[in-house]
């Protein structure tokens, strides 16, 4: 989080996904239950993912057409009322 704040406070800003892959590997599936509370309180929107086995990607994609969904509906609202529309 500090890295990308330091990258770009506009980027820091906007609605984030946490997403932890290789989750089918046995050694990284232990890691990231080890690690799974830090994570949570980094970001609650924690998805762990593998792409070799599919576990995860069907959350995600449905995570990401609800952010941008939720973004667009915010942007419109904003739009309505007068005020940037920036995302």
Not at 42 to 47: F, M, S
Not at 68 to 84: C, F, K
Request: proline share 6%; hydrophobic share 35%; with cysteine.
């Amino acid at each position: 989080q500090n890295e990308l704040k330091c990258f770009s406070e506009d980027l820091y800003g906007k609605p984030q996904i946490l997403v932890a892959g290789k989750i089918d590997h046995p050694e990284a599936k232990e890691r990231f239950e080890s690690f799974r509370e830090r994570l949570l309180e980094i970001n609650p929107l924690l998805i762990p993912i593998s792409s070799i086995t599919g576990e995860g990607i069907n959350e995600l994609l449905y995570q990401v057409k609800k952010s941008l969904l939720e973004l667009r509906m915010a942007r419109d609202a904003a739009s309505e009322e007068g005020l940037p529309t920036e995302w």
